[in-house]
């Protein structure tokens, strides 16, 4: 799956991924979705779900569990949103190399 660099790209430093992972939003609803990109800020995901700017969703993350963020922008099935408190991908990337090498194999 690719996603335009023009819809997932924001200001600051991103690093490309390709790893599901879980979001919930609207309460308690559940998707499963593809992030694409991510920084210590935020990142950008694909999934079927149906959100606006400012709506609060959660994600999952390898090695950080659930981690809250705010809509920034929406745009077909592809949303762009800000944690609410700066993570630390250090550690998410450690998570995500194993999920990724794994994914890949398959």
């Given at each position: ?102 994914t890949a194999a398959a």
């Amino acid at each position: 799956m690719s996603v335009s660099p023009i819809i997932c790209q924001r200001n600051g430093r991103r690093i490309g991924v390709s790893l599901m992972s879980r979001v919930t939003y609207a309460g308690m609803r559940e998707a499963t979705g593809a992030i694409s990109n991510i920084s210590f800020f935020g990142f950008c995901m694909r999934a079927a779900v149906q959100l606006n700017p400012g709506d609060f969703v959660s994600i999952a993350l390898p090695n950080l569990g659930l981690v809250r963020a705010r809509v920034a922008w929406c745009e077909s099935d592809c949303f762009g949103a800000a944690f609410t408190k700066p993570v630390d991908i250090r550690k998410f990337m450690l998570g995500a190399g194993q999920q990724i090498a794994s994914t890949a194999a398959a």
